[in-house]
């Protein structure tokens, strides 16, 4: 962690403060420890620090105040609505400055996210640190300060007036699928549970307590934490449990809960690092049966893994570990957050948000390349030949009939790749960071995931409606 003893800039921005009910100055925190975090809300290392934020919250209450300081990366995470929308989803606590204009960011001279910054009850900056895992490396800094200052301290409780959470049978929906009997299944993460449902909306079953938790046993008992892809394989389902860093295994006949793969821990492998021996989930987003093989979008650590469902064995299978948009084969190709996946023949497409990017990977020929995508920091909305297209963070895609489906989160839009003529073009707009698609039943499912709502969209009269989601009595 870097140390200076300088006066810290203000933090006010003219997009104001969110999570609380008035806007605040540095002066109004003297005489506590000032935790600034610099983040934007699509990052997935962003998301990883949010724990160790929030434990340093509860074992400092009185003597530290976090404040998240949002420097959006992307144009559609600059909107205060959105910011919004991701502090209920993540269930952040401490108040968030929208710093769109990066001034703040400029002002600390903050050039990676995520970035935190540690500031005395003087108003000073003792230092900042980018990266994961904060706590270990903050702790003893907070111990010092609040041993110096001792009763200079302000330990007098601030009243910080959090952002309502939606009441909706839904809770950011994010990935569905259905099943050979009609029925689907979608991950309603905010709700940290999954859901069978009828195509007219009835639920016929909760996989999950609703409590946010890492809990294995029946339907009812059974925990997750922002569970999101799903596969089907015989009488099982699998399910990406993101934020506990694991696979899941749903065994339908028997409606009991089992983890296959991953201890809670985020893990890290990097180029010819833990190559051919079992690793763990880092962050799954989405999950793809290939005959006797599950795919997993390890957004977490920007790879691509292979679980043998004979053993049940997690293997590293794309991606060096690094965020970078690189083609080439398995082991070297680079990707930024896959977070969809979807099969067509022997090809895994991916959707990889970070660089606004959709790839391709020959699980034949074992090489990946990219059909639409320039970079980490090249987005847009632009139609038209994949050479010339652009798109916003997209998280979910799906295959039908030889062509591709894709949710173009920040776009709020459903768009059709044309793969014969390699030409994409929206279909469906106005949606709120739709997370995933779906073609059943001569319909197109979407997750219209801020909006807490699940869409159908006849795919001949284009008529689109809401679906009404019911729960059981």
Same mark, same amino acid.
């Given at each position: 962690?870097?140390?200076?003893?300088?006066?810290?800039?203000?933090?006010?921005?003219?997009?104001?403060?969110?999570?609380?009910?008035?806007?605040?100055?540095?002066?109004?925190?003297?005489?506590?420890?000032?935790?600034?975090?610099?983040?934007?809300?699509?990052?997935?290392?962003?998301?990883?620090?949010?724990?160790?934020?929030?434990?340093?919250?509860?074992?400092?209450?009185?003597?530290?105040?976090?404040?998240?300081?949002?420097?959006a990366k992307f144009d559609a995470e600059k909107r205060t609505a959105a910011i919004r929308q991701a502090i209920l989803k993540f269930g952040i606590s401490h108040p968030v400055v929208n710093d769109a204009d990066f001034e703040v960011w400029k002002q600390y001279a903050v050039n990676a996210w995520p970035t935190v910054v540690l500031i005395d009850p003087n108003g000073k900056v003792v230092g900042q640190k980018s990266g994961e895992g904060i706590y270990d490396i903050i702790k003893p800094y907070l111990e010092e300060l609040i041993q110096t200052f001792g009763d200079r301290l302000n330990r007098d409780p601030l009243p910080f007036i959090k952002e309502?959470?939606?009441?909706?049978?839904?809770?950011?929906?994010?990935?569905?699928?259905?099943?050979?009997?009609?029925?689907?299944?979608?991950?309603?993460?905010?709700?940290?549970?999954?859901?069978?449902?009828?195509?007219?909306?009835?639920?016929?079953?909760v996989i999950g307590s609703g409590r946010q938790g890492f809990t294995n046993g029946g339907y009812a008992e059974a925990q997750f934490n922002e569970p999101h *892809? %799903? !596969? =089907?394989?015989?009488?099982? #389902? @699998? +399910? &990406? /449990?993101?934020?506990?860093?694991a696979i899941r295994k749903v065994? $339908?006949?028997?409606?009991?809960?089992?983890?296959?793969?991953?201890?809670?821990?985020?893990?890290?492998?990097?180029?010819?690092?833990?190559?051919?021996?079992?690793?763990n989930p880092n962050s799954p987003w989405d999950l793809a049966v290939v005959e006797d093989q599950l795919y997993i979008a390890s957004a977490g650590n920007?790879?691509?893994?292979?679980?043998?469902?004979?053993?049940?064995?997690?293997?590293?299978?794309?991606?060096?570990?690094?965020?970078?948009?690189?083609?080439?084969?398995?082991?070297?190709?680079?990707?930024?957050?896959?977070? *969809? %996946? !979807? =099969?067509?023949?022997?090809? #895994? @497409? +991916? &959707? /990889?948000?970070?660089?606004?990017?959709?790839?391709?990977?020959? $699980?034949?020929?074992?090489?990946?390349?990219?059909?639409?995508?320039?970079?980490?920091?090249?987005?847009?909305?632009?139609?038209?030949?994949?050479?010339?297209?652009?798109?916003?963070?997209?998280?979910?895609?799906?295959?039908?009939?030889?062509?591709?489906?894709?949710?173009?989160?920040?776009?709020?839009?459903?768009?059709?790749?044309?793969?014969?003529?390699q030409r994409i073009k929206t279909i469906v707009s106005g949606l709120e960071e739709p997370n995933d698609v779906l073609v059943h039943q001569g319909y197109l499912w979407i997750t219209n995931t801020n909006a807490h709502e699940l869409w159908r969209v006849h795919l001949e009269t284009w008529e689109r409606e809401v679906v009404d989601v019911r729960l059981p009595l």
């Open positions: 962690m870097l140390t200076g003893r300088v006066n810290a800039p203000e933090i006010n921005t003219r997009h104001g403060w969110l999570n609380t009910d008035r806007d605040y100055t540095l002066k109004d925190f003297r005489g506590k420890v000032v935790l600034l975090d610099f983040w934007t809300f699509g990052c997935i290392n962003c998301q990883h620090l949010l724990p160790d934020l929030k434990r340093l919250e509860q074992e400092y209450p009185t003597e530290l105040v976090v404040i998240g300081v949002h420097s309502k959470p939606v009441e909706a049978p839904l809770r950011f929906p994010s990935k569905l699928m259905a099943d050979d009997t009609s029925h689907l299944y979608l991950a309603d993460s905010g709700h940290h549970r999954l859901l069978r449902l009828t195509p007219q909306g009835q639920v016929v079953a *892809g %799903l !596969a =089907l394989h015989g009488q099982f #389902l @699998y +399910v &990406a /449990d993101a934020k506990n860093n065994n $339908l006949a028997t409606r009991q809960v089992t983890t296959v793969a991953g201890t809670g821990e985020l893990s890290y492998y990097f180029f010819y690092e833990q190559v051919g021996v079992p690793v920007h790879q691509l893994l292979r679980l043998d469902l004979a053993t049940e064995k997690v293997f590293r299978f794309a991606g060096t570990g690094r965020e970078a948009l690189a083609d080439g084969p398995l082991p070297d190709a680079a990707f930024n957050q896959p977070s *969809g %996946l !979807a =099969l067509i023949n022997h090809t #895994l @497409y +991916v &959707a /990889d948000p970070e660089a606004s990017a959709v790839r391709a990977v020959d $699980l034949c020929q074992g090489t990946v390349t990219t059909l639409i995508g320039r970079g980490l920091f090249e987005f847009g909305d632009e139609d038209g030949d994949f050479d010339e297209a652009y798109l916003q963070h997209c998280l979910g895609i799906a295959a039908h009939a030889g062509n591709l489906f894709l949710a173009d989160t920040y776009n709020g839009k459903i768009k059709f790749l044309d793969l014969e003529r």
